[in-house]
């Protein structure tokens, strides 16, 4: 399995970006996939995560600017997030969830300057 992350940036605050993250390897639509980030200094975090089904999960800080979708399809994940701030600057990381295994992409880094 290897997943591959795309869509980071420069934005100034208040814009948007959309990541994306593609599995390769199988088919996924039955795992649950997320988007975690870490910021210099800090322990990575979870963004938000979605369920084979579609559950939704999001952390507090990013609750009503980014929406995280899948279109299973094309074994893909994505990460909209509008209304950015420097506090989201980090490096956000896709993973995918199987029964006894966590696969991680590389890490696409997002920069928000004030």
């Known amino acids: 399995v290897q997943l591959q992350a795309s869509g980071g940036g420069f934005v100034q605050a208040g814009g948007s970006l959309r990541l994306s993250c593609t599995a390769s390897?199988?088919?996924?639509?039955?795992?649950?996939m997320g988007w975690y980030r870490q910021a210099p200094g800090k322990q990575r975090e979870l963004v938000a995560d979605?369920?084979?089904?579609?559950?939704?999960n999001y952390a507090d800080s990013v609750k009503g600017r980014f929406t995280i979708s899948r279109d299973n399809a094309k074994n893909t994940v994505y990460l909209l997030m509008n209304s950015l701030q420097p506090d989201d600057t980090a490096v956000y990381y896709c993973?995918?969830?199987?029964?006894?295994?966590?696969?991680w992409g590389q890490g696409t880094q997002v920069t928000v300057s004030s």
């Open positions: 390897g199988g088919s996924f639509r039955f795992n649950n």
């Open positions: 993973n995918l969830k199987k029964t006894y295994v966590v696969y």
């Open positions: 979605i369920s084979s089904g579609g559950s939704t």
